[in-house]
């Protein structure tokens, strides 16, 4: 069974940082595409960052450009966000997502924070608060 838990989540002050972590367990995420996304109270879902099969391409939101950083260690079978300069608007629960043989996405911002192209798993998220 594919499955991506998230962690590293928290409270932080504005301006913080914080590195998310996803974890897969019952597949290898070498094939995988790895798309991060976001989804604040009553906002939509909205794609922050994505990540190619080998780490060699990362695309990014332009409401994050700058301040996050995505990548993935193979061996370990995880992928990181790394969250900078933290603002309150970055207040969410925080998702990632997999998509197999995808790396074509991570050429196109549009395609990267498209959520309906990553098909084979989603975490269940964890919860970033920005907050004094």
């Known amino acids: 069974q594919l499955q991506l838990v998230e962690s590293g989540g928290g409270l932080v002050q504005p301006g913080g940082s914080l590195r998310l972590s996803c974890a897969a367990s019952?597949?290898?995420?070498?094939?995988?595409?790895i798309g991060w996304f976001r989804q604040a109270p009553g906002k939509e879902r909205e794609g922050v960052a994505c990540?190619?099969?080998?780490?060699?391409?990362?695309m990014y939101a332009d409401s994050v450009k700058g301040r996050f950083t995505i990548s993935r260690d193979n061996a370990k079978n995880t992928v990181y966000l790394r969250v900078n300069k933290l603002e309150p608007e970055d207040t969410a629960v925080y998702y990632c997502?997999?998509?197999?043989?995808?790396?074509?996405?991570?050429?196109?911002?549009?395609?990267?924070?498209?959520?309906?192209?990553?098909?084979?798993?989603w975490g269940q998220g964890t919860l970033v608060t920005v907050s004094s």
């Open positions: 019952g597949f290898s995420l070498d094939y995988y595409v």
């Open positions: 997502a997999a998509a197999m043989y995808a790396d074509g996405i991570t050429t196109s911002q549009a395609m990267c924070v498209d959520g309906n192209r990553y098909l084979e798993a």
């Open positions: 990540i190619s099969s080998s780490g060699g391409r990362t």
